[in-house]
């Protein structure tokens, strides 16, 4: 009988040490969120620009929560916050707010506030060098509302690219570099300025040119690296 008590009470404190464990682990705590250095990464793709015209943009971050949002001729600098698997950019006064939702290193959902639409977006690292110099690309420009498309190749060095038709591309033309992956050149007597980003491997491109009216005109092209 008094094995049987003994018996009976280490079981007992067996099944409240069991259910202690499964408290803890199933409590309303949880472990902090991982740190995630944002100066590492960015994010791109398109933002529809006209109906029928997606042009490429890049989120560049820096240090002390800011932003920029970069699509060629234009730019904004944003907020940014990363709490609960949501990463949060506002434009501040009114304008556009991204919250992107991010699970490990990728982005699963985006909603937005305000009237910028991106069309597609995706999470990379940053590289250590510039990802564009030594780099030969090949594809096509084809500007919006015609069906024309005009072969390019396009080279680059760490701050200067060139481009060709045929021939190889002699890098001639200036441009400033942006976080390793992407970067802007103004050319021409009107202004022209070509941007470019890396997205997925692929080099996206977008050429804005105005004419003597102040026009503006915007070519579009994907180019592989060869």
């Not at 501040?92 to 939702?101: E, R, S, T, Y």
Request: net charge neutral.
């Amino acid at each position: 009988m008094e094995k049987l008590k003994t018996l009976t009470a280490a079981l007992s404190l067996v099944a409240l040490l069991i259910a202690f464990n499964a408290c803890k682990k199933g409590g309303s705590g949880s472990e902090p969120e991982q740190s995630i250095n944002w100066t590492d990464y960015y994010i791109a793709g398109k933002v529809v620009f006209q109906p029928g015209t997606n042009v490429p943009y890049v989120i560049t971050f820096k240090p002390n929560a800011q932003a920029v949002i970069q699509w060629g001729d234009g730019s904004e600098n944003a907020n940014y916050t990363f709490q609960n698997g949501s990463l949060k950019l506002d434009l501040g006064g009114g304008g556009d707010v991204f919250n992107f939702k991010i699970e490990g290193e990728a982005i699963t959902d985006l909603t937005t506030q305000g009237e910028t639409e991106l069309a597609s977006y995706t999470l990379e690292k940053v590289p250590a060098q510039n990802a564009l110099a030594g780099a030969v690309y090949s594809g096509s420009f084809r500007t919006a509302g015609s069906p024309l498309m005009v072969l390019s190749k396009l080279k680059f060095t760490e701050n200067k690219y060139g481009e060709s038709t045929l021939n190889e591309p002699v890098p001639n033309k200036d441009y400033t570099p942006i976080q390793h992956v992407a970067g802007t050149g103004v050319s021409g007597s009107n202004g022209t300025i070509t941007f470019f980003v890396l997205i997925a491997g692929k080099l996206e491109a977008a050429r804005y040119t105005h004419d003597v009216n102040g026009l503006k005109t915007i070519a579009t092209g994907t180019f592989t690296k060869q």
